[in-house]
């Protein structure tokens, strides 16, 4: 893996709190993709994120789910008002400046609700 | 807009015989295609990627993939597989001169048995 921190690893929430997921890029990787795996499924996209900007946020549900990638710090995905049906594993990757055809991926937050 | 299709959800295998997981996608537009592995609990590792040039690209532990445009195919392969190889693996595209975004099929889960 080339570096992507993801934290925390695992989170448990009761239905109507807050889910904060933080996600630290490679050094140097200004680019940031968060995706969600639910269970017997892929990976399905979310949002892409440079520093400061939304650039696609075409996978993220229309209310609850928002994301940041601030000038300083990690990319935040924040999940408001947790329903069971947000259980599952939210992957962030990075990828560099420029077109290399990888994104280096986090090891994952597995969010459980209750 | 792409999809991707792994036309088998499990594949159960021999210690040391060849394996096959297989990937087709659909895309009105050019892609990159990539396969990725996922051991339990953890991230996504990239094994291969094609961008260009010779269709029969090699990667990491052994596997190799064959992009096959008229059959919009990019089969995986690994001519002797090993116990540790067992894992889930995941087909990926994304669109040439757009972002790194990818989309995933559902994944294959290889069990390699001794």
């Known amino acids: 893996n080339a570096g992507v921190m993801q934290n925390p690893r695992h989170l448990v929430r009761r239905r109507g709190q807050e889910a904060r997921l933080r996600c630290s890029p490679v050094?140097?990787?200004?680019?940031v993709y968060w995706y969600r795996q639910l269970p017997e499924e892929g990976l399905k996209f979310m949002v892409y994120?440079?520093?400061?900007?939304?650039?696609?946020e075409s996978g993220m549900p229309k209310e609850r789910f928002s994301a940041e990638f601030p000038k300083e710090g990690p990319s935040i995905l924040r999940i408001q008002q947790v329903v069971r049906g947000d259980s599952a594993a939210y992957f962030c990757?990075?990828?560099?400046?420029?077109?290399?055809?990888?994104?280096?991926f986090g090891e994952g937050s597995r969010l459980t609700v209750l | 807009a792409q999809s991707v299709t792994q036309l088998d959800s499990q594949v159960p295998v021999f210690e040391e015989a060849p394996v096959e997981l297989r990937c087709n996608y659909s895309?009105?537009?050019?892609?990159?295609l990539f396969w990725y592995v996922q051991y339990p609990n953890q991230g996504l590792q990239l094994l291969l990627k094609?961008?260009?040039?010779?269709?029969l690209v090699k990667g990491i532990n052994g596997f190799e993939a064959e992009f096959n445009k008229s059959q919009t195919s990019f089969h995986l392969r690994k001519p002797s597989v090993h116990i540790s190889d067992t894992a889930e693996y995941f087909c990926?595209?994304?669109?040439?001169?757009?972002?790194?975004?990818?989309?995933f099929g559902k994944g294959t889960k290889l069990t390699v048995n001794p």
């Open positions: 994120l440079q520093k400061e900007n939304i650039i696609d």
């Open positions: 050094k140097g990787h200004s680019h």
């Open positions: 094609y961008l260009s040039g010779s269709t």
């Open positions: 895309s009105s537009v050019s892609v990159y």
């Open positions: 990757a990075s990828s560099p400046p420029g077109r290399t055809g990888e994104l280096f």
């Open positions: 990926a595209v994304s669109q040439q001169g757009g972002s790194e975004k990818l989309v």
